[in-house]
């Protein structure tokens, strides 16, 4: 109680104002008064419900067992005061996303190309210019890491509010799991092929799925740590990979649309919608890794090492995927098409790489390729779900992101013989919702914080945060309206997608971007009139 009285009597409450983003600018006036003891309200209740309750109590003290012994990261949602930040090397920004992106598992996003019937060339087209437009919306969300010191989905609640943003929470928990499962799929396939597929998937996916998890519980420093450097051999290889099917490609067969007309613009617009969702996947984790460096790191450098960090790795994984399915696909060269039809991606890649048993040892290295990625999503998913609330927040980190491994791995191994639908059904869906959470997190800061800046302190105080109904409206408004009426799915095509040819092209992403903007910047007009916050 002392903590908010000191708040309520400060002059002058710990503010971040966006124009002082340059280092040659001076630091935010900052007040950390409640920050240090822990007492802002979400943290100081959650310490309460521990010392009240006898499980949760036993949790915290097993966290602390596990401190003690191995090191895992106690942090948790709490707000990093400046004084407090531990930053890498801003070239961590950079290496980080290469991990995260040179992966067997952002393969098959190439490989739908070919399955969609777009030629080499505009795969790589639709694919790049996706990429780019997706990173950016990553690239812009990570700006807020540094200066707010807060995790992604806690820099949502000043758009959100509190409440609201507990919705994020669950969106992003499930964007990552959906992701999760993708890279699990393909590295059982992987490890299927390495044992002459006498192994099933399903061991390959329990494997990973505990390796994963193991290193996750570590936390921030050990994650950048191991992504700066974990991408190196898997470039190699994957280099290694085209150099081998680069002589069966075959860039001159053309798309089954041609290269004009509404079925080849619509086949065009849903690859690089699918690859768009890819990209902006992460804006809702990017702070979550950027929390750690000074508030006045400029944003300009964080959102152009993010930029690149994703596009580059993003795109070279991207166009081998659609190297693979122009040879195995469009170009059906036996035996990579028979080996394609019969084991998925793993037998494909097992067949290209020759001899044998170099075969064999470029996909044991490959499967642990997928590691660094799915490190970052469970991290970040036990981080969102401690966000839901003050006895979620009492659970430690560690074991939210070993009810998220678990979860994970079931929906893997029984989704495991469908790979190519769950990369198109779920990856194109998340679009939706990325573009909708970026829009409103860009207005919020450019617009209408743009004089104000942050009241840093009232991060976990409801009362003075923004109700959220502007944002949460915007959010279900662009997806209703505009991602309903724009998909275009293999089980529903909206109204307006049917529009471009009779497998329709998927626009909702654009159309949910629109409606946001519109909604939004109109609600919070409203709400900011009349509840002053």
Request: hydrophobic share 45%.
């Amino acid at each position: 109680m002392e903590a908010e009285k000191r708040h309520s009597s400060s002059d002058s409450p710990e503010v971040y104002s966006s124009e002082k983003r340059d280092l040659e600018a001076s630091a935010p006036p900052y007040d950390n008064t409640g920050v240090e003891d822990g007492s802002f309200d979400e943290v100081r209740r959650a310490r309460e419900i521990q010392d009240r309750t006898g499980v949760f109590r036993n949790l915290r003290r097993a966290e602390e067992w596990l401190d003690s012994k191995v090191g895992i990261e106690m942090q948790g949602i709490d707000r990093i005061p400046d004084e407090k930040k531990q930053p890498p090397s801003l070239w961590n920004i950079f290496l980080l996303w290469w991990s995260l992106n040179v992966h067997v598992g952002v393969i098959p996003l190439g490989l739908l190309g070919a399955e969609f019937g777009l030629s080499l060339s505009q795969t790589v087209a639709a694919s790049v210019v996706g990429t780019i437009l997706g990173a950016s919306c990553t690239s812009f969300t990570g700006t807020l890491g540094p200066k707010l010191g807060l995790r992604q989905i806690a820099t949502s609640r000043y758009s959100f509010g509190f409440y609201g943003a507990k919705l994020c929470s669950v969106l992003n928990v499930v964007v990552g799991g959906g992701f999760y499962v993708v890279n699990l799929v393909v590295v059982g396939q992987i490890l299927s092929a390495v044992s002459d597929f006498t192994m099933s998937i399903t061991v390959g996916i329990v494997i990973i799925s505990i390796v994963s998890y193991v290193i996750s519980i570590f936390g921030f420093r050990m994650i950048h740590t191991y992504e700066k450097y974990s991408w190196i051999v898997t470039f190699i290889l994957l280099a290694v990979l085209i150099g081998q099917a680069a002589p069966y490609v075959d860039p001159s067969v053309p798309g089954l649309d041609g290269d004009s007309g509404l079925g080849f613009a619509g086949t065009f617009l849903s690859i690089l919608a699918i690859n768009f969702s890819n990209a902006s996947g992460w804006c809702s984790i990017a702070a979550d890794y950027y929390c750690n460096f000074p508030a006045k790191t400029p944003s300009w450098k964080v959102f152009t090492f993010t930029l690149a960090g994703i596009v580059l790795p993003t795109t070279w994984s991207v166009v081998i995927g659609a190297c693979l399915g122009n040879i195995a696909v469009f170009a059906a060269v036996p035996p990579f098409a028979d080996a394609y039809e019969a084991h998925g991606l793993g037998g494909l890649i097992y067949t290209i790489y020759h001899p044998i048993g170099w075969s064999k040892f470029c996909l044991v290295i490959l499967t642990f390729s997928v590691l660094g990625n799915n490190i970052a999503i469970n991290y970040s998913s036990g981080l969102s779900l401690q966000l839901l609330g003050h006895y979620f927040h009492a659970v430690p980190r560690f074991i939210w992101s070993l009810i998220f491994a678990v979860v994970v791995a079931v929906l893997a191994i029984a989704g495991q013989q469908n790979l190519s639908a769950v990369v198109n059904d779920f990856v194109s869906l998340l679009g939706y919702w990325t573009i909708s959470f970026t829009l409103i997190l860009l207005l919020e800061d450019k617009v209408f914080r743009r004089r104000e800046g942050y009241n840093l302190v009232a991060w976990d105080q409801p009362s003075k945060l923004p109700l959220g109904v502007a944002a949460v409206t915007a959010l279900l408004a662009g997806y209703l309206a505009g991602g309903v009426t724009g998909m275009a799915q293999v089980w529903y095509i909206g109204p307006i997608a049917a529009q471009f040819g009779p497998f329709g092209g998927d626009v909702g992403i654009w159309l949910s971007g629109a409606i946001t903007i519109v909604v939004y910047g109109i609600g919070r007009v409203i709400e900011r009139k009349y509840t002053g916050r």
